[in-house]
């Protein structure tokens, strides 16, 4: 990539995740989402690697047209279109999850499941804890039915504390590298941002991804 006046040393650590995403999974078997309401820290506590299949590529967009209606979005179009690439990323992953966010999700979980076994998430309709928490909590247990299906793993409350940990630190890490750069975006691009946000859901180990990315906030909190 084009180097940028000012870049955080380890970039090339981030960008190679991005382009081959889930080399370094630590050979955990890969589990595809397509919805940031996907919960991933309960992937990576019952032994899988949880990967962001979501595609905002416009050129694929004609290819998902082929199976897709019309008046899909584009973003479905274009998710969907990774799929037709034998040896891509999404081809490698062992099972799918979507959530149902949207009647273009909903659509494209139908289809995916003839080519992958796919779970629906079930999300409620509204912010209402009171009326919808004991179904959303059901909703979080057939999930964990459906990975642990798929990973032989059991559910227990370490590996998921230490997977919330992580994530925790993650949001901890990118919210200071916004708000440094609300302050001062001459520190870092946006582009090295959301490269940086990007491969945290490629199949990285979260600790790794937050030892480098604390590497990062270290050096551009040093620049004035």
Known sequence: MKELPVRPSNMPFFEEILKNPGAISTGRPLIGFLCNMVPDE???????????????NAAAVPFGEQALAGDICPL???????????AGIAARCKALVLASSCDGK???????????????????????????????????????????GRTGAGLNRKTLLLA?????????IVRELQRLRAENP???????????????????????????????????????
């Open 106 to 148: 909903r659509k494209l979980g139908e289809v995916l499941n003839d080519y992958k076994p796919t779970f629906m998430l079930n999300i409620p309709p509204e912010q209402n804890a009171a009326l919808y928490a004991k179904n959303a909590a059901k909703e979080m247990e057939r999930l964990a039915a459906f990975i642990a």
């Open 42 to 56: 309960l992937v990576w506590a019952l032994g899988a690697a949880p990967i962001n299949l979501s595609c905002g």
């Open 76 to 86: 479905v179009k274009a998710s969907f279109a990774t799929f037709m690439d034998a």
């Open 186 to 224: 001459a520190r870092m691009s946006l582009r090295d941002l959301f490269i940086m946000v990007q491969a945290s859901f490629a199949g990285v180990p979260l600790k790794k991804w937050n030892a480098e990315a604390a590497s990062t906030l270290a050096e551009i909190s040093a620049i004035t």
């Open 164 to 172: 919330m940990l992580e994530s925790s630190e993650r949001t901890r």
